[in-house]
T-cell receptor, first 114, second 112 residues
Framework: DAGVIQSPRHEVTEMGQEVTLRCKPI?????LFWYRQTMMRGLELLIY????????DSGMPEDRFSAKMPNASFSTLKIQPSEPRDSAVYFC????????????FGSGTRLTVV | GNSVTQMEGPVTLSEEAFLTINCTYT??????LFWYVQYPGEGLQLLLK?????DKGSNKGFEATYRKETTSFHLEKGSVQVSDSAVYFC???????????FGAGTRLFVKA
């Protein structure tokens, strides 16, 4: 398996624009997580899905953020409109519950909003 | 509530020095415990794990022992290398085993 694949690796956008981050989890994993990492706040859980269904989105900072998982092999995180304070590295991770094998993280998307 | 506390960094060591990064946790039930490592510009990678009390997880010369009596999972390595410079995260799963609680991370610098 190629691991968790995120795209793009880097995104630079202007304030007010819509940004879409993409994630392909490991085949067969039943949980998918979106995290945000900044120097100030560290690693923050934004939302997670189980079998494509959103379970807990309490970490989503505000209504400008939304996430979807239309099928088991694809998820998106959208920010509309984007703001400079959204600049961070966004990670996607997937796991298979009950295996005790932990999470597999993608390489992340570094988002810069100017 | 569930939480993970790890020592603040940065930790700066010379090559071949002994490493300890302390980690304690609070959790209900019997969680699995993990150490993840994040190299610059990359995502977190699972370094080692332990699933029950007194288990020792090990990988790449790193070790950690699940101590239920002290709710700790300290990371150790006998001789660090420059290539070990990274951020290390201690973590545990919740009772259901599907959600992981991460510590704040400890940055390690190893000097040649």
């Amino acid at each position: 398996d190629a691991g968790v694949i995120q795209s793009p690796r880097h995104e630079v956008t202007e304030m007010g624009q819509e940004v879409t981050l993409r994630c392909k989890p490991i085949s067969g994993h039943d949980y998918l997580f979106w995290y945000r990492q900044t120097m100030m706040r560290g690693l923050e859980l934004l939302i997670y899905f189980n079998n494509n269904v959103p379970i807990d989105d309490s970490g989503m900072p505000e209504d400008r953020f939304s996430a979807k998982m239309p099928n088991a092999s694809f998820s998106t995180l959208k920010i509309q409109p984007s703001e400079p304070r959204d600049s961070a590295v966004y990670f996607c991770a997937s796991s298979l519950a009950g295996t005790g094998n932990g999470y597999t993280f993608g390489s992340g998307t570094r988002l810069t909003v100017v | 509530g569930n939480s993970v506390t790890q020592m603040e960094g940065p930790v700066t060591l010379s090559e071949e020095a002994f490493l300890t990064i302390n980690c304690t946790y609070t959790a209900t039930g019997y969680p699995s415990l993990f150490w993840y490592v994040q190299y610059p510009g990359e995502g977190l990678q699972l370094l080692l794990k332990a699933t029950k009390a007194d288990d020792k997880g090990s990988n790449k010369g790193f070790e950690a022992t699940y101590r239920k009596e002290t709710t700790s999972f300290h990371l150790e390595k006998g001789s660090v290398q420059v290539s070990d410079s990274a951020v290390y995260f201690c973590a545990h799963t919740n009772t259901g085993g599907f959600k992981t609680i991460f510590g704040a991370g400890t940055r390690l610098f190893v000097k040649a």
